[in-house]
């Protein structure tokens, strides 16, 4: 049996692997090599795979078979390659270890630079570039990477040594530190490590190797690493690659340096140069956004050679992968050499911009395009943004780093965040600078603001990847984390103030700025078209109120799929009338609130018919228990208890009657509500059950309905009424409330003299509905799948007790996801399959949509386009997500483009 | 187009009708024609088809067209046959128009004699008969039944009048009045009809049978009917026929008669006559059970020759019909005229007994005698009967009805009776004679004591039907309705006093007689060892303790299928630990209260294990939500709102900090219900949710389990423990409890040095295990249906709250039958079709059964045997139950047997 590959090698103008290969060498590993075959200067190398690191898991930590073999062989056709020895004391390889994996998880795992130095090795470079500060600074550099990657030490103890010894020689920045002093600062290092270790530093570099490749599997582990999966639904089974790659240095002086940059705005879509440079450093200085760096298109003036060489390799990047860049490279003495490129995250923004201006430069076609943008982020378009009207002066300005607006109160660590947005609070995050540790801080938070930091910073690039308002290196503001507070021209912001940030021009404002609706403008608004274009599946919102409908409108819903009638029940002018009619003792008392209720919903749909002239409208007759509309049973329950305590003591007469009342008064509400209450209220009297065995309810608002749409038609309105009937579970429901519907209807038409077009049809959200399908369908002209009640009943578990579990299942993989987020196939989805085949095998024409929350999901929006469902409805704000999913969808069944979105 | 025939002939030796036409022509229809086709004396005459009874219904109760007609043209045919004239005054033709339908509804609908009496053809009747009293006793009879019947007059007033009559001329018995007498009873009985209806009682005779014709349909829909259909589950569109037969005459004097009759003894299957005869008079005065007749048997020696008549009938009948018969008849001056036979109603003890001697006769095979016994009524043979080592005096003694024990509380209404069964009691229903007036109240009784009629009676023959003890005739005893008392030989029983009746000899006895447990011997045995020679699908018990598994092997379990841990855990020992366990803050105490349960559950199984030697036994582990077990919330909320308002006085130091240290404590207990409360319980955390989340409890079990199995086999008990897993919904919940739980098994029985054979199988209650039964199957070496679940969440009910609308749902037909009772066949049985269908695809031998309440119902038992399942788990006293269920199941499958059983 052939061994298995573990070890692909790149350079020399040719690579074992390609852009292809990205599950099996990551993303780094597989972008290496590719840039190797397409000619662009890379720093040969090699990678290690991801099955690597997946043996190593199986296999208590230790390599698998035949891996370090495979690694010798690679680093000596390196060595040869280069005309240099790992730890040859004359000629010294030095060489990078960097972990790369399937998917970008920027600042996750752990990188090591310039191994291979050593005691004797340090001199060999020294001799070989006649540099002594470069060789000592790049030694001190891999000491502190090696000691806090491989043995665990605390980076802050070496960042201690350096500040103590730049404080001693009395600089500010390590550039300025002599070789002298770089030196001592080795020796110290040494002794730091001894200490902590017991052990010498690794003089070996075998040694060094074997343990770098080690630190970067194992890092596949680390807390933040998990936590990032977790928050991005990485699998852990994808593993990291490790790649051994030979060291090239920004650090030689002048004119060196390292960049990290985008080939176009990752944060607006502009087709500008875009990203960091800092002269004389080596790459992690950029990222960590220690030193501010200057931006990339100063080059131009400073540098114009490497300019040239990197407008060169960015066009050469851009036509071959038709995307946008994420790139990382050093340049060495003037040289420019690559040493990664991936697919740029980009905000929504950006990824609709570079995808319009794309098929506008004739990259990509309009179908590509429409594949480039993920369906969630649109999220971020939709979202309010400050009102231009609004005056606002801000009180500081950074580098917008990720657009949108937030508002929210400042805190100033990502556990107060966190803690505070867990209570309902809006915060914005202040912090100097962002780490990986702070990840769950800036998911809680409205928006990141960082005092030091550019635009590729860790603070900007996950902000960026969350589509969260970022604002970053804003030196202006000073932060005293301790005093809980920062201050700017001697304002002071204390935590729990309010502050606004815009993070479109970078502004920071004190105080809450207004916010308006977004709107579809520009390139949204071409995008969205050519997105109209290929998608069949309707799109229809969920809405309730006029205003909701507008918005819905706004944001290119196709009509009203779901219209909630219970929560026009819940306004202050309605619930006495609603309490009257639920505990009336009998149907006259029912009768007269319902008479008073009858014209607030009449004029609550006529304001939904307006708002909807020419859509259809789908409304859904009363569905939750009567007892959701009743008064807190503790309140009262203890209120009565204390009445009753007092009725105990000596009382005058009259206050004894008053008390005496009022307990006969909660006596009897308790009663009305012990009536109504039930065991499993989502199991209970509700839906058409109430309709049935209340008439009076369900016929008052078949009238108001069609009393509503025949008086809109009067006044000119396009008015098409479906009235749906909830929770049908079994045939004999549907054809009974069918038959009252439309006996209320014809009467109301004929009273007035007017007809209108309706439609009657049922929501699938009981098991049984779908199995009968067929017989249900007899009598319903439309189906809507109401996938929330479907997924509580068909998994039994209730949507509001399920935080119980469903975090632990979550965790311990039991589900893959969240079944209320994201339609669970294997068996909700089976019953909408099975409810579409019987429904249509029934009546071919049915009418078939989806109301519940997976209408904005975009894994479950492409699941109901093949299940061929003719529309799903979602929230106002998921339209557009609604519409692109199912655009996507379509795309997807057909060509089964490859998805090459920016994730 | 060929009319529709309504009307059937039958006499003269030949009928248009045969036994096959019973839903066209009613039992007594069908019957009747049958009966005059076997050459067996019958009142010649014709039946109007429940066809034309419906069409009457659809057809604003006026007969369809055509049929008036016809029966003109058979009333000729009748008239030329009898030689005599409907209305003739000289020679004047009486007939009687009786109902009946498909099943006998014995008492609920309408019967009218002698119709075609007026003022001149009573003259005629003179003539022909020479007898004037006989012909006015006629005549007042037949004013007496069409006023009550078509005139909606109330009987009773012309009872006073008769009642008056006796007084005034000093007698007690209707015979003894003179034809005088009886000429002017029918002079008073008109001027009643002329005051209550304002018009003369009608004299033209084919009025009176079109009227009376149409008051038998009417009383289709008379009170008592629907709710004997109700009861019974007789379809509303099944509808009634009516007979009109010419009159015979048991009123003719001492060599005529009356007589209701079975061909056996319906309540202990004898081989005996069995019924009652009344020497001249009508047949209503039988089942009116007003005077007390004659036992048939006495005939042999009063009247040898009718005797002789009727035993040939009976042989003949029998034969044919292959089945005990129950019939009318009437003797007109030494002649015998059957007017009805049709399968007569039986106990379950006459049932099985009359079942096997027919095939040790052999007029039946074994096959049809299974099928000849309805499976529900076994209950009857079941349930505890008196202890025999109790010495019992009894009080009185009347006819054994109906056999049985029952033992309650006295009461003299049937509302009573109702009212108090409704809150728990036990009652027994002491009736002077009940009525169909009654039936509700007899339904809500444990048995029921008159003090006249006979073993016909309408008490009998419903008490039989309902197989309810029931001892009639009891005239030793004086009811005082009024004063709510009875009283025998000066005992003095009040309303709310004890007492027991035995059914199987008449007694009634005094408070309350201990019970003891059926057995299965004689006849019984013979039946079921027959049952089980033909049934293929096992029947196992759902039984949670040693007790109840002894009772269940005693009637026949294979298995148990079902034991519920839970009922254990509420054990006054024990559910304090249950408490702390669930409120244990740390895993250390809850292990503490875990290992105090072990001990206890261990002796649990242990007992189960042993009364099951030999056979396997089915464990579920922990199902329940853990709120359960904690106290009541509403008592805790009040009396910490109590304390909290004490707290608010002035108080002594101690008592405030007392108090406080309450206060504290309930709030801890509140606060713990809260944590665990659930808006629907029933889809919350439960089931394998807790055994996942909480580890320790499942193990706890397992480890009781399998200490117990090791420790009973050592002992040398066979010991086949399934460990069943409750609410699973997905693969991966399966796959965890799996191993967990072989893992703790592995364990204890590697401790013990023994191994014992188990099985690890699941539940099948969500209704996404059926969608996905094929990957469950991976890990489940077996299924149980868990149908009450399942039931409850394909239709999306609470079974705790679906009295809120099943009923209403039941009566209006949207549901066919409560799916908690009779498993849904079109919902919750496709999932178990298609679960069926998915597991077995993926593991052959895969184990089926079902645990659900539908388990002990036969025509779910039917359907799983359909189905293909392996066995169905029951209560223990429905196991006999489903025995039969299950043979029939196979019976009806394999050769469509056609069911002739009593119902």
Redo the contacts between chains.
């Keep these: 049996m052939a061994r298995k590959k573990y070890v692909y090698f790149f350079g020399g103008g040719k690579a074992e692997g390609n852009a292809k290969m990205r599950n099996l060498l990551g993303g780094k590993g597989a972008g290496l090599a590719e840039m190797t075959n397409l000619g662009i200067p890379v720093p040969p190398g090699f990678t290690i795979s991801t099955e690597a690191c997946n043996e190593f898991y199986k296999n208590q930590k230790r390599y698998p078979e035949g891996m370090w073999d495979e690694v010798e062989e690679n680093l000596s056709r390196l060595e040869s390659l280069m005309g240099a020895k790992l730890g040859d004391p004359d000629n010294p390889l030095l060489v990078s270890v960097r972990s790369g994996a399937r998917a970008s998880m920027p600042g996750m795992m752990d990188t090591i630079l310039n191994l291979g130095l050593n005691d004797q090795t340090v001199q060999g470079l020294i001799k070989r570039t006649g540099n002594e500060r470069f060789a000592y600074d790049s030694y001190r550099r891999f000491i502190t990477m090696f000691s806090s990657v491989v043995l665990d030490i605390d980076r802050s103890e070496f960042e201690k040594l350096l500040e103590e010894k730049k404080k001693e020689v009395g600089v500010k920045l390590d550039t300025e530190l002599t070789a002298e002093d770089l030196k001592d600062l080795v020796k110290k290092y040494k002794a730091l490590v001894k200490k902590k270790t017991g052990k010498d530093f690794p003089q070996d570099p075998k040694e060094q190797l074997r343990m770098a490749i080690g630190a970067v599997f194992n890092s596949w582990h680390n807390k933040r690493a998990i936590e990032y999966r977790r928050i991005y639904g990485i699998p852990e089974e994808w593993g990291t690659a490790a790649n051994v790659q030979a060291m090239v240095f920004g650090n030689m002086g002048e004119n060196s340096g390292t960049g990290v940059a985008f080939t176009r705005d990752p944060s607006t879509g502009e087709k500008v140069f875009y990203g960091d440079y800092l002269p004389n450093a080596q790459g992690e200085d950029v990222v960590a956004g220690i030193r501010t760096p200057q931006k990339i298109t100063t080059l131009k003036d400073s540098h114009p050679e490497i300019y040239r060489q990197l407008e060169e390799v960015y066009q050469k990047l851009e036509s071959h992968y038709r995307d946008m860049q994420d790139i990382e490279f050093t340049v060495q003495d003037g040289k420019l050499y690559m040493l990664q490129t991936r697919t740029g995250k980009r905000t929504a923004l950006a990824a609709v911009k570079i995808a319009v201006d794309m098929v506008q430069e004739g990259l990509i076609s309009k179908e590509e395009a429409i594949m480039r943008v993920e369906p969630d982020q649109l999220d971020q378009l939709l979202h309010p943004i400050f009102d231009p009207k609004a005056k606002v002066k801000p009180i500081a300005k950074g580098l917008p780093a990720s657009p949108g607006a937030a508002v929210g109160k400042v805190v100033f660590s990502a556990d107060r965040a966190k803690e505070w947005a867990d209570k309902g609070e809006k915060v914005i995050l202040v912090r100097p600078e962002t780490s990986p540790e702070d990840i769950v801080g800036m998911y809680a938070a409205q928006g990141i603001l960082t005092s030091r930091g550019g635009v590729t910073s860790h603070a900007a690039v996950v902000g960026r990847g969350m589509g969260k308002c970022c604002v970053v290196g804003c030196g202006a503001i000073t932060i005293d984390e301790e005093a809980g507070q920062f201050t700017v021209d001697g304002i002071v912001v204390k935590e729990g103030d309010y502050i606004s940030l815009n993070g479109n021009t970078g502004e920071v404002i004190l105080g809450q700025v207004p916010l308006i609706q977004a709107s579809l403008t520009g390139e949204f608004k071409t995008f969205m078209d050519w997105v109209d274009e290929i998608r069949t599946l309707g799109v229809r919102a969920n809405a309730d109120t006029p205003e909701d409908a507008r918005i819905a409108r706004n944001f290119g819903a196709e009509g009203i799929g779901l219209a909630r009638t219970e929560h026009m029940f819940f306004g202050e002018d309605r619930i006495p009338w609603v309490r009257k009619m639920i505990m009336a003792e009998d149907d006259k008392t029912r009768k007269k609130s319902l008479e008073k209720l009858l014209p607030m919903q009449r004029e609550d749909f006529i304001g939904i018919f307006k708002a909807m002239d020419g859509l259809p409208v789908t409304i859904r007759l009363l569905d939750p228990p009567l007892h959701e509309f009743l008064p807190n049973r503790?309140e009262i329950?203890?209120k009565l208890?204390?009445l009753r305590?007092e009725l105990k003591r000596r009382l005058k007469a009259d206050r004894k009657k008053q008390i005496q009342a009022q307990v006969e008064e909660l006596e009897k509400t308790l009663k009305a509500i012990d009536n109504l209450r039930?065991?499993?209220?989502?199991?209970?009297?509700r839906g058409c059950?109430l309709g049935?065995?209340f008439p009076a309810i369900s016929e008052m608002q078949v009238r108001a309905i069609f009393e509503a749409a025949v008086e809109v038609k009067k006044q000119g309105i396009k008015v098409f009424p479906e009235v749906m009937i909830p929770?049908t579970?079994?045939v004999?429901?549907m054809r009974?409330t069918r038959e009252d519907t439309v006996r209320v209807a014809e009467e109301v038409m004929r009273e007035a003299g007017v007809r209108v077009d309706y439609l009657v049809g049922t929501m699938i959200?009981?098991?049984?509905a779908a199995?009968?399908a067929d017989k249900i369908a007899q009598y319903a002209e439309f189906f809507s799948f109401g996938t929330n009640?479907l997924t509580?009943?068909?998994?039994?578990?209730?949507r509001?007790?399920v935080g119980?579990?469903l975090p632990?299942?979550l965790e311990?993989?039991?589900?893959k996801a969240d079944p209320f987020a994201t339609i669970?196939q294997?068996?909700?989805g089976?019953?909408v399959k099975m409810a579409t085949q019987k429904g249509r095998s029934a009546r071919p024409n049915l009418k078939l949509g989806v109301c519940g929350e997976h209408g904005g999901d975009p894994a479950s929006v492409e699941f109901f386009y093949q299940v061929g469902l003719n529309y799903v409805s979602c929230s106002p704000y998921r339209i557009p997500v609604a519409r692109l999913a199912a655009a996507q969808a379509r795309l997807k069944a057909e060509k089964e483009i490859a998805v090459s979105t920016s994730v």
Tied chains: 1, 2.
């Design positions: 503790d329950l203890v208890t204390e305590m039930e065991f499993n209220p989502m199991l209970g009297h059950r049935i065995s929770l579970g079994t004999e429901e009974i959200e009981v098991p049984r199995l009968i009640d509580q009943m068909t998994f039994g578990y209730s509001d007790d119980k579990f632990y299942y311990k993989k039991i589900l669970d294997e068996g909700v089976e019953l």
